[in-house]
């Protein structure tokens, strides 16, 4: 038996090949998967030249946005049965011989590209922009009945906001400005209103503030034109990084806390007004990932219906499409390009 995935074989160039299907052994899971969506993680990869070399000998799957349906179990896989709804924890945890931790990614959402690429190679482990994923027990997170695909594949991204917003609480009744306004900010801002917070969306892109105002927020702002805060979520990544935490700390009232969600430049430097940050007793916290109780609040999140999923995850592409939604990521109408699966046999 083989299986359809798009192969990342040279930067920005996805082939769509058949692959023999993985060995299922020890605590391996098959996933069939139904939902996936493009992350900028996975654009990262994507458009990196310098992956060019590397990718020639050994491809990647990218994709770590994912549900679907279990379709095949090794023997140690305890707890997990075929038929099983689930969503995927994409981070894989091991230990070195020094017993340093060491990540390697579903997807190659963690540790070195290199390495993940390696993991497809040797152990059939790849990501989810293919018909099938197989994965490690401990990376499953089994969904309740009523819970879409697409609403699970939105687990994992949503597992970090709500450990992003964790960091900042209290959040209700707390004036919470997101900076950047892209599907992780808009996730922001849509479970921060959940959460009794006002919310006010933050970007320098009218499209992008028109669209939190869809999405929830109480007010919209382009940079510069913010008022007091008492959280900031600093949601833009790159070089907008440094820019909206300089803004965001001059805004924070007392009491206030700044949360670093996105990533920046290697090396990204702020200078801080460290009596500023002392005198109003304010907390800077980063965040990365998500931790498993995290999982369990971003399920609750989508069981409450706090998330707009069918809005978030647009456009919907066919996989053989993949290559267009990852070059039209960012463009004004787009959120989450997210492709839908039949699933084996449907
Ligand atoms: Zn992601």
Redesign the pocket.
Known sequence: MAYEAAVLAAPRTFELRSIPEPDVAGDDVLIAVRAV?V????IKKWKDDGLAEMLGRTPLILG??IAGEVVRVGPKADGISVGDRVAVDPVIRNRDAAGNEVLTGIGS?AGAVDANALLLKERGIGGGFAELVKVPAGNVIPIPDDLSYAAASLV??LA?VVFSIEAAEPVKGRRCGVFGLGPMGLLHVEALRHAGATVIGIDPREDRRAAATQFGAHEVASPGSVGGLDCAFIVAGGPALASASEEALKLLHSDGVLVLFASGPQNAALSIDLNRVHYRRQRIVGVVGFRRPDADGAIALLRAGAIDVDRLRHPKIPLSELGRGFAETGTPGTFKFAVDLPGRGG
């Open positions: 969506n992350c900028p993680t996975d770590h946005e959402a994992e991204p970090d």
